[in-house]
């Protein structure tokens, strides 16, 4: 079964990842919860397996046999995916301490450069569900993605 999922693979990555940053985006926009410096180091990857996944799946159309390589290398960014997100998750708990710093860049403010501007602390858990964090949920599902990707790379191929 998992050899069948490998040419739809990036299609399936692409659908997870968006609906992750959607769901950041949302909790943003319509939540007001704004995201620390290393909840935006999270939405990267997720970018970055966006990029990946529409790239690898161009690529499969002429060239079917790199699908393994495709989730191979979906995997590996999903996997970095997950160890920034428990990296977060270790820094929320306390058990690793970590100094929450922006780069802001001045010159291109939309509002008031007088204004105070305050960066979200990292160690802080602003929203969880069942005692898990944004960033929790990030590291499981990017764990288990990651995980999947692997086994779909490494499945046989399907004999007719």
């Known amino acids: 079964m998992l050899s069948r999922l490998r040419p739809i693979w990036p299609l399936i990555a692409i659908f997870v990842s968006a ?3 959607g769901a950041a985006h949302a ?3 319509f939540g007001g919860l704004q995201p620390c410096p290393l909840c935006l180091d999270q939405r990267n990857w997720h970018w970055g ?3 990946f996944a529409a790239l690898s799946y161009a690529v499969m159309r002429w060239k079917p046999a790199y699908a393994r390589w495709a989730a191979i290398g979906l995997g590996l960014i999903l996997l970095g995916s997950a160890a920034q997100a428990a990296f977060h998750v270790a820094v929320e708990q306390g058990w690793v301490i ?3 710093e922006a780069n ?3 010159d291109n403010l939309a509002f008031d450069v007088n204004a105070p501007v305050e ?3 990292c160690d802080k858990v602003l929203w969880s569900l069942f005692g898990v964090s944004m960033a929790g949920y990030n590291a499981i599902i990017s764990l288990i993605l990651a995980l999947a990707s692997f086994a779909v790379a490494l499945a046989p ?3 007719a």
């Open 27 to 29: 909790f943003q926009r």
């Open 19 to 21: 609906a992750m940053l």
């Open 157 to 159: 191929e399907r004999r």
């Open 119 to 121: 960066v979200p602390q």
């Open 98 to 100: 970590y100094r929450c």
């Open 104 to 106: 802001i860049d001045l």
């Open 49 to 51: 397996v966006l990029g």
